[in-house]
């Protein structure tokens, strides 16, 4: 991913900065070049980040929805920016490609932890929820593409 980006614009970010508040909108895709990031969803930190490489944004761009997570820098972080996320992304394949490979990593993690904490407590009522959760995971049905 790095080949891809490295003729975009950088920013650059100190520690404790704001990369990316959950529910701005977004309108660019970010790549870590350098640094220490952590991911917070709902003010809870669910992952950290020091990977050059490492992709955020990517579901707003995909979804045209809000960002989902705050990303704050840990240390000083650089990262690239790309502008018009979907149309760099149709233009480069094996960055799609790296995308979709991120996206599905992410996704079988949190099926594994949602299977795990289904076999915990299983036998309580409160688990429909996870059943439900899951059905929607492996179900749920491609939106029609915004044109």
Do not use: C, W
């Not at 990517?58 to 989902?68: I, P, Y």
């Not at 594994?112 to 407590?121: N, R």
Request: glycine residues 8%; without cysteine.
């Amino acid at each position: 991913m790095l080949d891809y980006v490295a003729g975009h614009d950088q920013r650059q970010f100190a520690a404790g900065g704001t990369i990316i508040e959950q529910g701005d909108a977004m309108a660019e895709v970010l790549v870590l070049i350098s640094g220490e990031v952590e991911i917070l969803r709902d003010g809870v930190r669910v992952a950290k980040a020091s990977e050059p490489g490492v992709v955020f944004g990517e579901m707003s761009a995909l979804l045209g929805g809000k960002a989902t997570a705050t990303v704050r820098a840990l240390a000083e972080a650089t990262l690239a920016v790309i502008e018009r996320p979907r149309e760099f992304l149709m233009g480069h394949p094996e960055a799609s490609l790296y995308v979709a490979e991120l996206l599905a990593r992410r996704l079988d993690a949190l099926n594994k932890y949602l299977i795990d904490v289904k076999q915990q407590y299983e036998g309580h009522d409160h688990l429909g929820m996870v059943d439900e959760v899951l059905e929607a995971l492996m179900h749920r049905p491609r939106p029609r593409a915004k044109r």
